[in-house]
């Protein structure tokens, strides 16, 4: 069974920041797609941040300039940097993997952005 395991999350004030981890049991392959969505109270989930099969990052509009994907590939592991955090930020945030034709999904890891 693959898990992924998400940390990082918490209360932060405006402005501030934050940085996610998402640790996986199985190791990334180069053609995986793995990343970030989140999810607000009433409101669908969405995506964040993600690396496409190619290599490729993709950012939802919203965050471009403030977060940043990155990936250990010898860890196993995703990182979302986020910074400038804004109050519309808060969500669960949950990490996201398509492996060997299967999709897996973290616990999710809530951030609070509020003074």
């Known amino acids: 069974q693959v898990q992924l395991v998400e940390s990082g999350g918490g209360l932060v004030q405006p402005g501030g920041s934050l940085r996610l981890s998402c640790a996986a049991s199985?190791?990334?392959?180069?053609?995986?797609?793995v990343g970030w969505y989140r999810q607000a109270p009433g409101k669908q989930r969405e995506l964040v941040a993600a690396?496409?099969?190619?290599?490729?990052?993709n950012y939802a509009d919203s965050v471009k300039g403030r977060f940043t994907i990155s990936r250990d590939n010898a860890k196993n592991t995703v990182y979302l940097q986020m910074n400038s955090l804004k109050p519309e930020d808060t969500a669960k945030y949950y990490c996201?993997?398509?492996?060997?034709?299967?999709?897996?999904w973290g616990q999710g890891t809530q951030v609070t952005v509020s003074s």
């Open positions: 199985i190791s990334f392959l180069s053609r995986d797609t």
């Open positions: 690396f496409s099969s190619d290599g490729n990052t």
């Open positions: 996201n993997l398509y492996t060997r034709l299967t999709d897996y």
